[in-house]
């Protein structure tokens, strides 16, 4: 079992921003690293993610422009940093990694999961 690291949520206030870190264990050589996010009753949704040979970045439309997504792969670690956070940007933000990813929008591409950072943006 793959286990991921993440840290880096918290509460701040609108307009305020946030980092977000992620370690894989350094045995797990991924090809794709992501985050998504989750609030209460809907279904996880896709916020960015990174490839590791290229570092191609996508980006769901809601956060482009706004976050910004990184990664040291001599770490194995991804990072989201979040600018111009909106009250519409809370959620529970979950890390992912895999191995086989194609299309990073679909969870279901996605072997292993974080448990979870909250973020709260207050207006």
């Known amino acids: 079992q793959v286990q991921l690291a993440e840290s880096g949520g918290g509460s701040v206030q609108a307009g305020g921003s946030l980092r977000l870190s992620c370690a894989a264990p350094r045995y797990y050589r991924t090809n794709c690293m992501g985050w998504f996010r989750q609030t209460p009753g809907k279904a996880r949704e896709f916020v960015a993610s990174?490839?590791?040979?290229?570092?191609?970045?996508r980006y769901a439309d809601s956060v482009k422009g706004r976050f910004t997504i990184t990664r040291n792969n001599a770490e194995n670690t991804v990072y989201l940093q979040m600018d111009s956070l909106e009250p519409e940007d809370t959620a529970m933000f979950y890390c992912?990694?895999?191995?086989?990813?194609?299309?990073?929008?679909?969870?279901?591409?996605?072997?292993?999961w974080g448990q979870g950072t909250q973020v709260t943006v207050s207006s």
């Open positions: 990174i490839f590791t040979d290229n570092s191609v970045t």
């Open positions: 992912a990694a895999g191995q086989v990813v194609a299309v990073p929008d679909l969870a279901s591409e996605w072997q292993y």
